[in-house]
């Protein structure tokens, strides 16, 4: 009967069935007139009564906290064996107990898990002897003994359960987060916009945002909520709504007058002394110039032909603290190859394990590194040598950076070629303006040129076509070249196959598609009715 | 692109000046096969005044090389700089063709 009792408890999952089921057989296995199982509440500490008899099986009847018999086992962890309970001074029988049991004998187990107890058993009038013997005994601490290990296990399949749910919660409250956030990388015009974002754990305090706030002007910043988890969390999500709603603002007013309206409204929806720290910019690339406004951040750097230095900008306090701030913001040029660096105080503060600081030189380090990299490759470079500095430590802070480039504009998109070899020098002048506009440097530059130049040697060798128009767009860190013409083409698996590896033996061909194929972190060869598109792609970080 | 061709003692030295594209293989081709009919000691291809070089310019070298040293003559390659290199090195014919940094030590046959 043991074992059988071993199995279904082996297998239970459910704590009421089990509890049922453990009071049914012990009361078989003890023949005895009632068993019962007394758990703490949580919440109180007293014994709640789980019973054979139906009228106390409800869960209602408590033991309240070290009162009774049960109460002094669940204290001493000391089995009690009781001839006439009933008489016993200790005896507590609770009120709204209505069975109209008679104890006699009782015997009162504690369920122990090594030096914790987890509740208490008791079997409760014997059926064929007026006492409950030593071997009794034994078999109620047996049945205890079992039963405790079974709790433990629900226990810790109902703190997993709990666990999963908490991490999950998190992870749709991170995503539900990142919902607030827009995309990490935009060009708006001449104006490319880069972003990392790094919070300290499933959802941070730190935010930043752009938005076109019209008449060509773009407002961009980072934010830095005080505080950390769900409530900066929410605070970060009213805050970048509420920014959202006035960027257009932005349009018509000084920045300065723009945060100090911003503050307002933060100052009325703030609470429990929460506040936010916000550096922002107004670019106006029409004019070629930004306006700063800084509140309680770090002081963004500016990069012109001089390299890297601290924006010369005026201090404000955080948003959200006074709404009689007056903020104030100063405006400086920013002409093409300009650039600007926000970020939150978690990109200086993070600390590696010597316990040094990234802004103690690293930082500078990273940036004068990062001096002449194009625009898709700074953040990723800082956020690399960021990430690298921290390694094993733990992060203590959200960390946020936003950086802005004034472009040149960007060269003419497309140009139609004929497919002749002496056309060949103007495809090259048109992939020449390309990779001078994604700063590659010469090496790179002349390879890319040089595989441009491979496939339209091709096209005028094979293709049998006419025309092929020759089209470049800088985009996600990517120069992307497309040539179509509607000649012979060839698909990705006929590159493949007729890729030569260069010898000085006879070949078949294909040393210029070995070279595009070396040169070019992708490639795509489509050939349909229409016409055929090769897809030329390079990447800018790459390059640097 | 322009090619002219000079002899110093049993050397041929055919140089190229300018972009060395499409457009300039047959008139480079034509210069190697007069230097091949020659049949002198060395050829040195001179790529110090090129500003550009692609595989079309690269594969006549190569079958130059392969008709030349059934019949003895060596084919050498100077001047290589920049871009022009950079070419030269992704093709990898420097697994072959010897590369000299100037005329005179490829005429010399002397890195």
């Known amino acids: 009967m043991l074992i059988d009792v071993a199995r279904r408890l082996s297998s239970a999952g459910d704590l009421d069935e089990l509890v049922d089921h453990i009071l049914k057989r012990s009361r078989e296995v003890m023949d005895c007139e009632v068993c019962s199982i007394l758990l703490p509440d949580a919440a109180n500490g007293d014994l709640i009564i789980r019973s054979t008899l139906d009228a106390v099986g409800s ?57 914790r107890c987890l509740g208490v058993m008791q079997a409760i009038n014997p059926q064929h002897e007026p006492f409950f013997s030593e071997q009794d005994e034994e078999m109620i601490q047996t049945f205890g003994s079992l039963i405790a290990v079974t709790l433990m296990r629900l226990d810790a399949q109902r703190k997993a359960i709990r666990d999963a749910e908490v991490r999950q919660e998190m992870s749709l409250a991170r995503e539900i987060q990142k919902s607030f956030l827009p995309s990490p990388s935009a060009r708006i015009g001449s104006v490319g916009i880069e972003a990392f974002y790094h919070p300290a754990s499933d959802v941070g305090g730190d935010f930043y ?10 407002l961009v910043g980072v934010g830095d909520v005080c505080g950390k988890g769900l409530p900066a969390a929410l605070d970060m999500a009213r805050s970048t709504t509420l920014i959202a709603s006035m960027a257009h603002l932005c349009a018509t007013m000084p920045l300065g007058g723009w945060m100090s309206a911003l503050n307002a409204r933060l100052c009325g929806a703030m609470r429990a002394g929460r506040f936010i720290a916000i550096n922002a910019l107004v670019i106006d690339p029409a004019r070629d110039s930004v306006q ?53 105080d978690g990109i200086l503060e993070v600390q590696n394990r ?11 380090l990273a940036l004068e590194h990062l001096a002449d990299a194009a625009h898709g490759a700074v ?27 004034h472009e040149a504009p960007a060269p003419p998109a497309a140009v139609s070629l004929k497919c002749e070899p002496g056309a060949l020098k103007d495809a090259r002048a048109f992939i020449e303006q390309w990779v001078a506009h994604c700063r590659f440097d010469e090496k790179t530059s002349g390879l890319v040129v040089l595989g441009c130049d491979e496939v339209l040697s091709n096209l ?33 698996e006929e590159f493949q196959r007729l890729v030569s590896v260069p010898s000085h033996g006879d070949r078949v061909g294909g040393l210029g598609l070995y070279v595009i194929s070396q040169i070019f972190d992708r490639t795509d060869f ?15 970080e790459a390059m640097q | 692109m322009k090619v002219t061709v000079r002899k110093e003692k049993d050397v041929s030295i055919v140089e190229l000046e300018g972009e060395a594209d499409l457009a300039a293989v047959p008139a480079f081709q034509q210069a190697m096969q007069t230097e091949a009919k020659a049949r002198t000691r060395r050829v040195v291809v001179d790529f110090s005044k090129v500003t550009f070089v692609n595989t079309p310019i690269w594969a006549v070298v190569v079958e130059h090389y392969q008709h030349a040293t059934e019949k003895g ?39």
């Not at chain 1, 010597?354 to 500078?364: I, K, P, Q, T, Y």
């Not at chain 1, 953040?379 to 480039?405: C, K, N, R």
């Not at chain 1, 489509?526 to 800018?540: C, D, H």
């Open chain 1, 292 to 344: 700063l406004c800084g509140a309680g951040l770090p002081t963004p750097k500016v990069r012109d032909a001089g390299g890297w230095r601290d924006a010369l900008m005026q201090g404000n306090p955080p948003l959200g603290i006074s709404p009689r701030v007056v903020y104030r913001s100063s405006e400086h040029g920013l002409g093409t190859g300009g650039r600007c660096l926000v970020f939150t």
């Open chain 1, 59 to 115: 869960g209602q009847v408590r033991v309240p906290k070290g009162k009774g018999i049960a109460g002094e086992v669940y204290v001493t962890k000391q089995l009690v064996n009781s001839q006439d309970a009933g008489s016993d001074p200790r005896h507590f029988k609770p009120s709204s107990d209505k069975s109209g049991l008679v104890t006699r004998a009782m015997l009162t187990a504690p369920l122990l898990d090594g030096g």
């Open chain 1, 460 to 492: 005028c060798k094979h293709a049998c076509c006419a025309t092929a128009a020759l089209s470049a767009e800088a985009l996600d860190g990517e120069l992307r070249i497309r040539i179509q013409h509607h000649g012979e083409g060839i698909t990705n």
């Open chain 1, 526 to 540: 489509r050939k349909g009715e229409g016409g055929s598109t090769i897809e030329l792609v390079k990447r800018v």
């Open chain 1, 209 to 218: 945002f752009w938005h076109e706030a019209g008449d060509g002007k773009i």
């Open chain 2, 73 to 111: 003559t060596e084919i050498a390659v100077a001047g290589l700089n920049g871009r022009v290199e950079a070419s030269f090195n992704i093709v990898r014919l420097g697994d072959f063709i010897d590369a000299f940094p100037t005329v005179a030590e490829a005429v010399a046959g002397k890195k």
């Open chain 1, 354 to 364: 010597r316990g040094e600081h990234f802004e103690d030189g690293a930082f500078a």
């Open chain 1, 379 to 405: 953040v990723s470079g800082i956020a690399d040598a960021w990430q690298g500095f921290a390694t094993d430590a733990a992060y203590e802070d959200d960390a946020t950076l936003l950086l802005i480039t």
